[in-house]
């Protein structure tokens, strides 16, 4: 109901359920509560999907939601229901689905029209107040949804029924299983390089988002093949981005994706789920290319992340998003800049080879305000040295102290939100990356926050009972974990232990993806559903849906199959290799049609084909050479590589799983030494690095 002190969403757990409190519709969680409501008032359900991060979610909050004419209309006749997609994937994967039958198009704000048993019967997404655009008027579409209701409930029942089991069964209709064979790996390559924009890098048209699983694949394809043309892709792509303006050039961090072919405008949100994959991804592009941009792109996206993620508490914790805009007025206009506001910053010269570097003009980029200047390198140090007749030495001082003196200025402006909700599988993926650049940076900083964001998950997320395995969140009342939030945890746990030899991690790994076997694993046909057998009723379409594309973030089935070949590769267990077996065969006949949307599934079949490589070092705690070999084998990107630092005393503890134990041959553990062990084999000892390096590099043409 609503108050003079605001609606039922005050008190959620969600930020931006709690934007809408103020609004004059009687708003309801979803839950039995509300569907309970439009059962025993006969009334239809209408149903609104957005994220405090979406613009037109905005728009249509301030233009119908708190108009009090519409919000009477939605009164009378509705009962209202609004869910953050963010904390319901489930709800929201399952009506995208429905909502997109219906009307040919998905996306945020979703708006659905249900039934009281919630089944969809007639929905889209942004709707004007009134006829626009060639869009019919939400209170035109209001009016007349609520007559078909109550006058043609025949037609309106039968519409439901028809949505209903179109979803249904494009969900368990599939004909997708197949055979596994490295054909399927040359097929996924063939349908990403298809794709590949030669002139501006990344894959396909505006809009462009980026794809890290593609950019990972592509990486090991070459490293394993040595087909140069693999590296042209990865290596363009990850340049374009990291110098257009969809990387934020002042501090860092990438926004959600661009709305040109150049990477030049983006949508200016930034997003957790982004930015980990492509933390990441900078990091293993440095260690493939040697390219310096790509570290200091990584290191830009750590800076980022620590000044506005990462939660200042001693016990870790990433945030899940930045806003894009401060008001619906402006276009990312805490990111732009005009002329006059660059020249207002700084002195003549640093304005000039700011002006230069990131065409900065008195015609931007933004329709909004043509003023307006989205900051990306138009030229390179060389270029503006040779423009302005200095040095390069000198243009780059001048330019890092004039970007210094622009973020200073920028963090005067009003601050987009930030959304401090702590996702589970989110900060699983972010603790993998900084677990990974911390390593290969020296970013002892990461590495220690990634601990204990990963502590903190195990404390609070993770069900003490160990029955329902990880939370979607922490905080709040417990929301039921998604596969993705299992599975992200599993890889990140694993990942620990990787770096750590903290056998608690690994033990937790195994605890985490049994439950998961046990809870969303299907015995029958392999693979994974998206909610576990545990889960409460979800109400309204209840759908059993296995997630196989990488949409944004990679696919739950094709992350589960990758981390049970990996603990395979520690244990030995046969239940977890025909899992991953069982997993990537019932999406095999699916897999080459989805092309770049598959690449985290290849990157799964890859590690099942060529089971992943374990470079065991080596040597006394604080041995001189041990640590150069350690660097060495780091410094190489290899997909699934794990390097294992041990010393006697971890082999006294008996911290290495038993598989892994058995292969070692009984050498002198004091003595710096590395192997490379696939499988059940591992290579003769080596104690120089370079040649430690070589073993693990690509292979020429």
Excluded at 150 to 178: C, F, L, M, P
Excluded at 342 to 360: F, G, K, N, Q, S
Excluded at 501 to 509: G, T, V
Excluded at 661 to 671: F, I, W
Aim: with cysteine; net charge negative; glycine share 8%.
């Amino acid at each position: 109901m609503t108050t003079s002190t605001g609606n039922r969403l005050r008190n959620s757990a969600s930020a931006y359920l709690r934007s809408a409190e103020h609004q004059p519709v009687d708003w309801h969680e979803w839950g039995e509560e509300a569907f309970a409501r439009a059962r025993a008032e006969d009334k239809p359900i209408l149903l609104d999907i957005g994220a405090v991060w979406c613009h037109w979610c905005h728009v249509i909050d301030r233009e119908s939601y708190e108009n009090p004419e519409i919000a009477a209309l939605i009164n009378q006749n509705y009962v209202p229901v609004k869910v953050d997609r963010d904390e319901r994937p489930d709800v929201d994967a399952r009506y995208q689905a429905a909502i997109s039958a219906i009307s040919g198009q998905g996306g945020w704000p979703l708006t659905g029209f249900l039934t009281p048993d919630g089944r969809p019967f007639f929905g889209g997404t942004y709707f004007p107040p009134d006829d626009a655009m060639g869009r019919p008027g939400f209170r035109r579409i209001l009016a007349a949804v609520a007559e078909a209701y109550r006058n043609r409930r025949a037609d309106v029942d039968q519409s439901a029924e028809t949505i209903a089991k179109a979803v249904s069964q494009a969900e368990a209709g599939r004909d997708s299983r197949g055979t596994l064979t490295a054909k399927l790996l040359d097929e996924i390559e063939d349908g990403i390089v298809r794709q590949f924009d030669m002139r501006n890098g990344g894959f396909g048209r505006a809009p462009k988002f980026p794809h890290p699983g593609a950019i990972d694949f592509l990486s090991e394809r070459y490293l394993s093949s040595g087909q140069r043309h693999l590296l042209s892709v990865v290596d363009a792509t990850l340049t374009k981005m990291a110098r257009g303006g969809v990387y934020d050039q002042l501090a860092g961090g990438f926004h959600r994706y661009s709305v040109d072919e150049r990477w030049c405008v983006p949508h200016f949100e930034k997003m957790s789920y982004d930015n980990a994959p492509l933390l990441a991804n900078y990091v293993r592009g440095w260690q493939v290319t040697g390219n310096a941009l790509f570290r200091r792109t990584a290191e830009g996206i750590i800076a980022w992340t620590n000044d506005v993620l990462a939660e200042p508490a001693a016990r870790g914790g990433f945030y899940s998003s930045q806003d894009a805009d401060i008001s619906l007025d402006d276009d990312g206009d805490y990111f732009t800049w005009t002329l006059d506001e660059v020249r207002a910053v700084l002195p003549e010269e640093e304005a000039r080879v700011i002006e230069l570097c990131y065409d900065v003009e008195p015609a931007g980029e933004m329709h909004h305000n043509p003023a307006k200047n989205v900051l990306w390198v138009a030229r390179d140090v060389a270029e503006v040295a040779k423009h302005t007749g200095k040095s390069e030495a000198e243009v780059e001082t001048l330019l890092a102290t004039a970007r210094a003196k622009l973020l200073a200025a920028r963090a005067k402006r009003q601050t987009p939100a930030i959304d401090r909700a702590l996702y589970t599988g989110w900060n699983a993926m972010y603790c993998s990356a900084y677990l990974e650049a911390g390593r290969a940076l020296g970013r002892e900083d990461c590495h220690a926050f990634a601990l204990r964001t990963l502590d903190r998950l195990l404390a609070e997320a993770w069900d003490p009972a160990g029955e329902r395995g990880f939370a979607h969140r922490i905080g709040g009342p417990r929301l039921d974990g998604s596969l993705d939030d299992q599975v992200c945890s599993t890889v990140a746990l694993l990942d620990a232990f990787e770096a750590t030899l903290d056998r608690r991690y690994f033990d937790a790994s195994v605890r985490a993806m049994d439950l998961t076997l046990d809870l969303y694993g299907d015995n029958e046909a392999g693979g994974f559903f998206d909610r576990s057998r545990l889960a409460a009723p979800m109400g309204g379409l209840e759908v059993r849906r296995k997630p196989f594309q990488d949409s944004p973030t990679p696919s739950g089935n094709s992350m589960a199959a990758t981390v049970l070949a990996r603990l395979h590769a520690y244990t030995g267990e046969k239940r977890y290799v025909d899992a991953a077996r069982a997993t990537l065969e019932s999406f095999a006949a699916l897999a080459p049609q989805y092309g770049l949307f598959a690449a985290n599934y290849a990157q799964a079949l890859s590690l099942l084909l060529n089971p992943p490589a374990r470079v065991v070092v080596l040597g006394a705690a604080g041995d001189a050479k041990a640590a150069t070999l350690e660097q060495a084998a780091l410094s190489v990107y290899r997909l699934g590589k794990a390097v294992l630092r041990v010393t006697p005393k971890h082999l006294a503890a008996k911290v290495l799983p038993a598989a892994l134990a058995e292969t070692l041959p009984h050498l002198d553990a004091a003595k710096p030494q590395a192997l490379i062990c696939v499988g059940t084999v591992c290579h003769p000892p080596v104690s120089d690095a370079t040649e430690l390096r070589s073993l693990l590099m690509p292979k020429s043409d």
